[in-house]
Nanobody, 123 residues
Framework: QVQLVESGGGLVQAGGSLRLSCAASGRTFGSYTGWFRQAPGKEREFVAGFSWAAVSTYYADFVKGRFTISRDNAKITMYLQMNSLKPEDTAVYYC?????????????????WGQGTQVTVSS
């Protein structure tokens, strides 16, 4: 079993930055991990992800050039650096992991989820 705990959310003005962290406990992080977000009244959507066995990363088009996903293997922690934040980035952000090592943008294909952390961007 994998437990995921996010931290780092908060309130920031438009144009500001935040860094989210996702720490894993249990056996392992899983083969593929990613960040999702869900705004009120909207479906959960993929933000960024990577495979722990590969160097490839994936980003949703709406965050390319602004967000960067990274990891610390020793700490078994994943990060999401968010720059140039916009009010439309306001959402609850979740980290997730799946046993398969292949990329997926579908939340239903992830096996483990954190509790989420709120990010609010004011205009």
């Amino acid at each position: 079993q994998v437990q995921l705990v996010e931290s780092g959310g908060g309130l920031v003005q438009a144009g500001g930055s935040l860094r989210l962290s996702c720490a894993a406990s249990g056996r392992t992080f899983g083969s593929y991990t990613g960040w999702f977000r869900q705004a009120p009244g909207k479906e959960r959507e993929f933000v960024a992800g990577f495979s722990w066995a590969a160097v490839s990363t994936y980003y949703a088009d709406f965050v390319k050039g602004r967000f960067t996903i990274s990891r610390d293997n020793a700490k078994i922690t994943m990060y999401l650096q968010m720059n140039s934040l916009k009010p439309e980035d306001t959402a609850v952000y979740y980290c997730a992991a799946r046993r398969s090592g292949t990329h997926s943008y579908k939340p239903e294909e992830y096996n483990y989820w954190g509790q989420g952390t709120q990010v609010t961007v004011s205009s």
